[in-house]
């Protein structure tokens, strides 16, 4: 009797977590506090040791700036995890100061973690293990479309039309949602670290200069536009001439940026108009009527909302907040776990891997 007691007094002070396990951003969410962590994906190892050195942004800081022993690197790959031991790591690193224990025996918190749409068992089962190895006690998976459309506050489990495209870092989720569940979805591994790499090229095949990933998001950032802006926009672009070998500068336009992203871009444009194509008649009237959402980091892209207006002739508007659209919507899950428990992907609790 008194050891189910002392077990129902540790679980209730057990606390909660979403987590928005992003290729190149990760949120942490706790129950009744709201987004506590926003940090980079990035791991920093030194491989002589095999000893972690940092995480998140300090990590990121290390990139392309290391000795050849200290690798800084991003443990998921379009989404899913690719080096299982890294992920669960930095999961426990996050989840550590997320939770802050008070209690030596204070049990391992339940947590909802965000995974694409359409990924398979195995790569599920990859993140629960990482989740449970990491010090949860419970582990749940949430599809990232769902879960940003709950964060944008679509009445999700209405009778009613609702179309999110969900931009991350490694993949672009496109979803059709009504009556709490997924009506039509596409996964398309094309997103912002995709615009990144074409940029990239793009800086090498026209100028012969040799950039990184970071030089390649800034300019992005700064001036990286998906239709053509009223105003020309111009910024420095420095790296490394391939043919001498010496430093170099450059000035780079707008027009320079939309040209190197367009076919990625392109592409995600058609998705989303294949997903429209495909959605049924009665849904398609309220998506006319509520328009298309977008979230996460590549609705940031200037003026794409306007060109997914223009190509699929129906009102497109970026959610409040979309980087954090994801992992608040896990967190409102978290929040009515009893009302919006059918949105949660089937899954097991398994005892952590040995």
Do not use: W
């Amino acid at each position: 009797m008194l050891i189910k007691f002392i077990n129902r007094v540790l679980s209730s002070i057990g606390q909660d977590l979403a987590i928005d396990l992003g290729t190149a951003n990760s949120l942490v969410y706790v129950k009744g506090r709201g987004i506590v962590i926003q940090e980079p994906s990035v791991v920093a190892i030194n491989q002589k040791t095999g000893k972690v050195l940092a995480i998140g942004q300090e990590a990121k800081k290390m990139v392309g700036r290391t000795p050849a022993h200290i690798v800084a690197t991003r443990p998921l790959v379009k989404g899913v995890i690719s080096d299982f031991e890294v992920t669960e790591q930095m999961l426990k690193y996050f989840i550590d100061r997320a939770i802050k224990r008070k209690f030596i025996l204070q049990p391992g918190p339940r947590v909802i973690v965000g995974i694409p749409f359409g990924v398979t068992e195995v790569e599920k089962k990859a993140v629960r293990d990482a989740a449970l190895s990491a010090g949860s006690r419970e582990v749940y998976l949430i599809e990232e479309p769902m879960a940003a459309a709950i964060g944008a506050r679509f009445a999700v489990q209405e009778p009613g039309g609702n179309f999110i495209v969900d931009i991350g870092g490694g993949t672009t989720e496109v979803a059709v949602i009504s009556l709490g569940g997924v009506v039509y979805a596409k996964s398309l591994r094309i997103a912002g670290d995709k615009l990144n790499e074409d940029i990239i090229n793009y800086a090498q095949e026209e100028y012969k200069l040799l950039i990184g990933e970071r030089t390649a998001e800034s300019v992005k950032i700064g001036i990286g536009s998906a239709y053509p802006l009223k105003e020309r926009k111009e910024m420095p672009l420095r790296g490394r001439n391939m043919l001498t070998g010496l430093p170099e500068e450059i000035s780079i336009s707008d027009t320079d940026i939309r040209k190197a992203m367009e076919r990625s871009v392109r592409q995600i444009v058609n998705e989303i108009k294949v997903t429209v194509e495909e959605t049924p008649p009665e849904l398609l009237a309220d998506i006319m009527h509520r328009g298309i959402y977008l979230a996460g980091g590549g609705a940031l892209l200037r003026e794409l909302d306007t060109l997914i207006t223009k190509e699929t002739k129906i009102p497109t508007r970026i959610v409040e907040d979309p980087l954090t659209a994801m992992v608040r919507g896990a967190g409102l899950v978290l929040e009515n776990l009893d009302e919006l428990r059918d949105v949660l992907v089937e899954t097991e609790n398994l005892e952590p891997p040995r």
